[in-house]
């Protein structure tokens, strides 16, 4: 028999790196600016994660450094496209091809320790009841944090005064210019945030999913983020529903594997990367869905007039 | 006080030629601070990685060997690039090339004849073009964006790769390791003297000088460079940007996979899991580097070629970790963009006085 809990419950700490990093790409995006740096950013949070956890014991500690090395990554990011208006896409890959250089060196004495992993929670009586117990009640905290931050950039976006200035600041920064608000001020802050969440999704990786260093073990997982924020068509609940799917895709991946199909191991773990190319397709087809969303500064470099 | 840019009136042309060579400062500097702080004697690192590649012979065919797919990627992405196409997947359409033009070579090894090698080349282009093909026409017919799809490829075609190598090419008397038969004579690139530089360098020369002439003196070069800068100019002038992605993908993609075969049949002989150390990516950087012109990448792709060679001098002599180099390479671009704000804009501070008067 097959244990759907099981499954279910390994989709779930597939998708939450993804998660995780797309919702702060989310917001960047919101705000007009395209950052392609993602893998580096969550390769860094990685590293930086499982090396201070190694270092002081404690997870949590790692969790916090993660999310220092994003933000720390992201501003360098912003920094160049921002204050110094480079191209973004360029600017994004070179804060990816650094990232995985800077990760593998810091790492490199890392390399087959064997990790801290961060504990789930338990809560009493709730994580001990049948069937819901462990799916609903005793995940890690990471998987919380990261609907909650799911939810609360939706609000954000909706229904709160922040989001109408990001929104305003993406969509069209020359007026948001001339009501007097500082776009780059703005995009400073959304671009940190989405360097604090890829830290966040990096540490997930080498504290949660597999508490260990492994060079290079984003795997690609910061370009389907990137991926999925398209295919949410900026909007964050679809943005978690994208995350959940994709992370079973991965995992029906892993499971065909263990249960002998006899189909090449390749071409399942090429499975999640088909099926980014193939989502996009989707969306990019439907001209109604993918347009009416789409900030329309999006990777536009502002020099405000003096 | 505050840091803000002033628009130069014209592009400055010292800020055009020098922002490499400041990027290139900049990139020693930091990396002889970060080799001090990893406890390691910085300028005996800098001598090994940027200096030592370059007194010996031996070395100096390395550095050749290595900046040949360097710059037959680069030059496509140069050209790519400059028309605001971003074709990142080269490493991918390397694979692809390499595999198309390997099926001769281990499909057909009794074919014995130097029109088998020139097949192989022609035969790795297309495998390049092909697989660049799919984001143009996702691009072009869907609207799809090309930098993920292109990317998402590398991915699929290193699977592919790994399959093949481990299943229906691998070679029955290799031990069981993952690889194919070796190449034989008629399949090699034919090399200098008895060293290890081949055929391929002056290939990549050649296009690039091809490619140098193609972008100042045709009409061809002036539609990539007015797409790029202003796409309203060149649809005003009956440019179609959809031909333009084309272009760029199929050319890029092709020299990309010509690289493949070349390194393939050239330096490597067989084909196995690993074959190139990120040399796809690492084009974007000297693509960059080589101020998108193609006789700047030719001096790009040997810099760069010196930094792996450097790089595996430091990991042996000081046994420091080879990602360095990947470091060294990711500053370098780094730097390179923040530099090249200089050639249209001037760096001004301004002090909390001036801010208040605004």
């Known amino acids: 028999m097959i244990n759907y809990e099981a499954i279910l419950l390994t989709i779930i700490t597939a998708s939450t790196p993804l998660l995780l990093a797309a919702i702060g790409e989310l917001v960047v995006e919101r705000s007009g600016v395209l950052n392609l740096g993602l893998e580096g950013m969550m390769v860094m949070g990685a590293v930086a994660g499982f090396a201070m956890a190694q270092v002081t014991g404690s997870a949590w500690l790692g969790v916090l450094m993660a999310m220092f090395a994003g933000v720390a990554m992201s501003l360098l990011f912003a920094f160049l496209t921002q204050t110094l208006v480079t191209n973004q896409v360029a600017t994004g890959l070179s804060i990816t091809l650094l990232g995985l250089g800077l990760s593998g060196l810091i790492g490199s004495g890392f390399v087959g320790m064997p990790g801290v992993k961060l504990e789930s929670v338990s809560i009493p009586v709730l994580s001990d009841l049948p069937y819901v117990s462990t799916l609903v009640f005793g995940q890690d905290p990471l998987v919380y944090i990261s609907i909650i931050l799911v939810i609360g950039v939706s609000y954000m976006l909706k229904r709160t005064r922040m989001g109408l200035i990001i929104r305003a600041v993406g969509q069209n920064h020359n007026s948001a210019h001339a009501l007097g608000y500082s776009v780059i001020k703005v995009r400073y802050a959304c671009i940190a945030f989405g360097g604090m969440t890829s830290g966040l999704a990096g540490a997930y990786l080498s504290l949660v999913y597999t508490p260990q260093w492994i060079e290079n073990m984003t795997a690609g997982r910061g370009w389907i983020a990137l991926a999925l924020v398209v295919f949410s068509t900026w909007l964050p609940g679809r943005l978690a529903a994208g995350a959940y799917l994709f992370g079973g895709v991965w995992i029906l991946g892993l499971y065909a594997q263990g249960m002998g199909v006899p189909i090449p191991s390749q071409l399942l773990s090429s499975l999640p990367y088909v099926a980014t190319i193939i989502a996009l397709i989707l969306i990019s087809t439907n001209r109604r869905l993918s347009v009416i969303n789409t900030p329309a500064s999006l990777g536009q470099g502002f020099v405000p007039d003096r | ?358």
Not at chain 2, 148 to 177: A, C, E, Q
Request: charged residues 10%; aromatic residues 10%; glycine residues 10%.
């Open chain 2, 1 to 358: 006080m505050q840091l803000i840019l002033e628009k130069r009136p014209q592009a400055s042309r010292l800020m055009y030629f020098s922002s490499p060579l400041l990027a290139i400062a900049l990139t020693v500097i930091v990396g002889g601070l970060m080799f001090a702080a990893m406890g390691q004697p910085p300028l005996r690192a800098l001598y090994l990685y940027f200096i030592d590649p370059i007194t010996n012979l031996w070395s100096i065919e390395e550095v050749l060997v290595k900046a040949t797919p360097l710059i037959l990627i680069g030059v496509g992405l140069a050209v790519t690039f400059r028309a605001n196409v971003w074709n990142i997947g080269a490493e991918g359409q390397l694979t692809a090339g390499a595999l198309m033009g390997s099926i001769i070579p281990i499909l057909f090894t009794s074919w014995q004849s130097p029109l088998a090698l020139f097949c192989m080349l022609v035969m790795g282009m297309i495998g390049g073009a092909l697989l660049a093909a799919i984001p143009a026409l996702l691009k072009v017919r869907f609207g799809v964006n090309e930098i993920l799809t292109s990317l998402m490829l590398v991915y699929i075609v290193h699977l592919l790769l790994d399959w093949l190598v481990r299943g229906p090419w691998k070679d029955p008397f290799g031990y069981n390791f993952p690889k194919s038969i070796g190449f034989d004579d008629w399949h090699l690139l034919p090399t200098f003297g008895d060293g290890r530089v081949h055929l391929g360098l002056v290939i990549a020369i050649i296009i690039a000088l091809i490619l140098y002439w193609v972008m100042t003196r045709t009409i061809k070069g002036f539609e990539v460079r007015v797409i790029g800068a202003a796409p309203r100019a060149g649809a005003f002038a009956g440019f179609s940007q959809a031909k333009m992605v084309w272009f760029c993908f199929l050319l890029s993609g092709g020299l990309a996979g010509l690289a493949g075969i070349i390194e393939v049949a050239g330096t490597i002989g067989q084909l196995q899991p690993n074959i190139s150390p990120s040399y796809g990516f690492t084009a974007i950087i000297v693509a960059f580097l080589g101020r998108l012109n193609p006789i700047g990448v030719i001096f790009a792709g040997l810099l760069l070629a010196v930094s792996y060679i450097g790089g595996e001098g430091v990991q042996i002599e000081l046994g420091m970790s080879d990602k360095t180099t990947q470091v060294f390479q990711g500053m370098l671009l780094f730097f390179i963009l923040m530099c090249d704000t200089l050639i249209h804009y001037r760096l001004r501070l301004l002090k909390a006085m001036e801010i208040s008067n605004d």
